[in-house]
C-alpha cells in the first residue's frame, strides 16, 4: 500500500515489519540455543552427585483440580502429557498456515519437502527394525523417525550466507512435514487401550470447535476453554492426550475479520482523520495531549487485530512460551543420562545402536534418496539455487532428533533401561550429525 501524505508517520509507528517466516526463525534460532543449555543442564543434573537428588523432583505428585474435581500426576507426566501439549498445538497451527498460504499450499510447493521427510521417516524405522526386529525392543522403531526442527533450522540459519534462502524454507518445509508424520505414529501406535466412551466425548467437542468455527466466532477463549475438556477426553482415551493440540489447532479460524484490502482501506482512512486535524507529531511532546492522535492509535490497534487471523493470534501467544520455557523444560526433565548407571554394554546395545544409525544414516540416507527420486521421477523439482550436495547437508541435519525423538521415546519404552539406551542413541546421533551438517554445508555446499 503507498501511504499518501505525510506516510512517514505510519512507517515509523509499525517500524519494519517481519514476515511469519521471519518471526519463526528468529524464535527457532534462539530457542535452540536454550535447548543446547537445558540439555547441558540436565545431564548435569544427572551424573552431578551432589545434585543428582533434584531429579526425584519430576516425580513429585502434582493435584490440579477445582472443587470436587482433581487430577493427579507427577510432575513429570504434567509436562510431557499437558504442557507438551502446546508444543502440539503450536506445530499444528504452524502446519495450517503452511498448508494454506505457506510452502506447502501447493502440490508443486509441497511435493519434494514431503516425499524427503516420508523417506526420512522409512529409512531409519527400517535399519532400526533390522537391528530390533523382536521383544520390547522392536516398539521404538519410531523413536529415530524425527527431526528437532528448533536445532536443525537453528544450525542452518547461521549459515545464512553460504546457502540460498530457498534451502532454508524447504528444511522448515520438511521439519514440520516430518512433525506431522510423527504426530500420526503417535495417534495411530502408540496408544494404550481405546475407551469408547471417552473417544465419543472428545468426537463431540471436535464437533463443537468446528462448529463455532463455522459460526464466525473469533474470540480464542471458546476454544481455550472446550480444548481444555477436549484434552481431558483424550488423556482418558487411550490415545496420548498431546493429540488434542494437533486436533484444536485444525479447529482455530484462519479467516480474520479484516482483508488486507479492508485493512488497507482503514488505515487511508485512519491517516485522512489524523491530518484533518492538522496533526503534526513534531509539536505534540505528550501522548495525553494528543487526543487526535490517541484516536487514531486506538482504531488502529482495533484494525491491525481485525487483520490477523485467530490463528495468528495463538500462534504469536504461545509461541514464546513453548519455545522458551515448555521445551526446555521438557529437555531438563527427559533427557538427563546417568552414564554411572549405564554399562557400555548397554550404550553400544542394539536399541542405543538401532536409534543412532537410524537418525545418523537413516535420515542422511532416506531424505536424499527419496528427493532425488522425486526429481529423476518429475515429481517434484528443486528449490531455487539449490544444489545436490546442499541436499546431502540438509540429510545430515536431519539426523538431529532430540524433542520429537525423546517424546516418542517415553511412550515407546516403560522399563528405565531401554529407555536410558534410546536417550544415549538420540543424544550420540544429535552430536554425530549436527557437527557434520554444519561441516558439510559450510565447505562443501556451495551453490553449483
Not at 528448533?150 to 540459519?157: E, H, N, S, W
Not at 506431522?180 to 469408547?196: E, H, K, M, P, R
Not at 536410558?420 to 538420540?426: M, S
Request: aromatic residues 10%; hydrophobic residues 55%; proline residues 5%.
Amino acid at each position: 500500500m503507498k501511504l499518501k501524505g505525510n506516510g512517514f508517520f505510519f512507517e515509523s509507528f509499525f517500524g519494519r515489519i517481519l514476515s511469519p517466516f521471519e518471526r519463526f526463525l528468529k524464535r527457532t534460532t534462539a530457542g535452540g540455543l536454550i535447548l543446547i543449555l537445558a540439555v547441558v543442564a540436565s545431564l548435569f543434573l544427572a551424573n552431578y552427585g551432589p545434585l543428582q537428588h533434584i531429579a526425584a523432583v519430576w516425580e513429585k505428585p502434582l493435584r490440579v483440580g477445582v472443587g470436587n474435581f482433581n487430577l493427579e500426576m507427577t510432575l513429570h507426566n504434567w509436562i510431557n502429557d499437558g504442557l507438551m501439549t502446546l508444543f502440539f498445538l503450536l506445530v499444528g497451527l504452524e502446519l495450517k498456515r503452511e498448508l494454506l498460504v505457506g510452502e506447502l499450499s501447493s502440490f508443486k510447493d509441497a511435493a519434494l519437502p514431503i516425499i524427503a521427510a516420508l523417506g526420512g521417516m522409512i529409512v531409519p524405522a527400517a535399519i532400526y527394525l533390522i537391528i530390533n526386529p523382536h521383544g520390547p525392543a522392536a516398539r521404538g522403531w519410531g523413536v529415530p523417525i524425527a527431526t528437532d526442527i528448533a536445532f536443525a533450522v537453528g544450525i542452518l540459519v547461521l549459515l545464512d550466507r553460504r546457502v540460498p534462502p530457498s534451502l532454508i524454507v524447504f528444511l522448515t518445509a520438511l521439519a514440520i512435514a516430518d512433525d506431522l508424520g510423527a504426530v500420526a505414529v503417535i495417534a495411530f501406535f502408540y496408544t494404550g487401550q481405546l475407551q469408547t466412551l471417552a473417544l465419543l466425548a472428545a468426537a463431540m467437542l471436535l464437533a463443537v470447535l468446528f462448529v463455532i468455527n463455522r459460526g464466525g466466532i473469533r474470540n480464542p477463549l471458546p476454544y481455550a476453554v472446550i480444548g481444555v475438556f477436549l484434552w481431558f477426553s483424550m488423556l482418558k482415551s487411550g490415545i496420548h492426550p498431546t493429540v488434542a493440540g494437533i486436533l484444536l489447532a485444525w479447529a482455530i479460524p484462519a479467516k480474520s475479520a479484516f482483508t488486507p484490502p479492508d485493512f488497507a482501506a482503514r488505515i487511508e482512512q485512519l491517516q485522512d482523520e489524523l491530518y484533518e486535524e492538522s496533526f503534526d507529531p513534531y509539536a505534540c511532546d505528550h501522548a495525553l495531549g494528543c487526543p487526535a492522535m490517541a484516536s487514531v492509535a486506538e482504531n488502529l490497534e482495533k484494525a491491525a487485530r481485525a487483520v490477523q487471523s485467530p490463528l495468528q493470534h495463538m500462534e504469536h501467544a504461545i509461541g514464546p512460551w513453548v519455545t522458551f520455557l515448555i521445551l526446555p523444560l521438557f529437555a531438563l526433565s527427559n533427557m538427563g543420562v546417568d552414564f554411572s548407571k549405564l554399562s557400555l554394554h548397554a550404550a553400544l546395545g542394539n536399541i542405543a545402536l538401532g536409534v543412532f544409525l537410524g537418525l545418523v544414516f537413516g535420515k542422511f540416507t532416506g531424505i536424499f534418496l527419496f528427493s532425488w527420486l522425486a526429481v529423476k521421477l518429475r515429481i517434484a523439482k528443486l528449490p531455487s539455487k539449490v544444489s545436490w550436495r546442499q541436499m546431502l547437508g540438509i540429510g545430515w541435519l536431519g539426523g538431529i532428533g532430540l524433542t520429537m525423538s525423546l517424546f516418542i521415546s517415553n511412550l515407546a519404552f516403560e522399563g528405565p533401561v531401554h529407555l536410558e539406551e534410546a536417550k544415549t542413541g538420540i543424544l550420540a546421533a544429535s552430536i554425530v550429525a549436527a557437527p557434520i551438517g554444519l561441516a558439510w554445508l559450510c565447505f562443501l555446499g556451495k551453490t553449483d
